[in-house]
């Protein structure tokens, strides 16, 4: 993996530890409607679409589900922003990688204007072009991992055998192989080893310090 050029980040679980933020706000979202979540269930909120998420757990109709995710994404803007932090070692990671000649692009399924917003406010926004920070729209398109890595992808140009995709959910592994991409999943964010080896990722790192060795060796 040493030689690949192009390197797509997942954001959450990847670059950065934003469950309890994201937990929070989702369970603030559900008292609304008088509903309550299993924390464990509600940290497997991170990663796929939110709309997803809700229909699969929750059963909700999609008029309640579209209030549901509004009454979120208030409460995440005003309080679970700011409960994000890096993966120790992320930062002189990217900054390295940088060194090294990689151009390093975000695919996430977090909605595209937060995303921007997320790495400007852990300060490693200056990593990432700014066209190279995808995400997805919200209104709800572009919100499978495939169609946003696949932009990513038509941004960079050229073929998959210099690009690789770093992620720590099945979504993040079932959305490169959907465009020929190799990938790296990482079991220290918020997918376990089970779901991760189920999926058959290319390689499987424990560590951003193991991730380091992987990409620059």
């Known amino acids: ?25 989702i369970s603030h979202a559900l008292k ?7 924390p464990q269930i509600l940290r497997t909120f991170v990663g796929p679409p939110l ?21 979120y994404r208030q409460h995440y803007h005003d309080h679970g922003f700011y409960q994000n932090a890096l993966y120790e070692g992320i930062p002189e990671l ?30 490693i926004d200056k990593f990432f072009p700014k066209e190279l920070v995808v995400g997805a729209h919200l209104d709800g398109t572009r919100s499978n991992k ?6 990513v992808l038509e941004r960079l140009g050229g073929g998959t055998e210099d690009k690789v995709m ?11 192989k959907a465009n020929g991409l190799d990938v790296i999943a990482v079991t220290y964010g918020f997918g376990d080893r089970e ?14 310090q193991d991730l380091r060795k992987l990409l620059l060796g």
């Open 51 to 71: 709309m997803d998420s809700f229909r699969q757990h929750f059963n909700l109709p999609e008029e309640q589900i579209t209030e549901v995710i509004r009454i």
């Open 146 to 151: 495939g169609e946003v890595i696949a932009t």
């Open 166 to 176: 770093v992620g720590d959910r099945k979504f993040d592994i079932l959305g490169a």
């Open 1 to 25: 993996m040493k030689g690949r050029r192009y390197i797509l980040f997942d954001l959450d679980g990847t670059l950065s530890d934003s469950g309890e933020g994201i937990v929070n706000s």
């Open 32 to 38: 609304h409607f008088g509903l309550e979540g299993d």
């Open 94 to 123: 990217l900054a390295d990688l940088l060194k090294a000649g990689k151009t390093l692009a975000v695919a996430t399924t977090k909605a595209e204007v937060y995303a921007h917003k997320t790495l400007a406010y852990l300060g």
């Open 195 to 208: 779901e991760i080896e189920a999926h058959g990722p290319t390689l499987i790192v424990d560590s951003v």
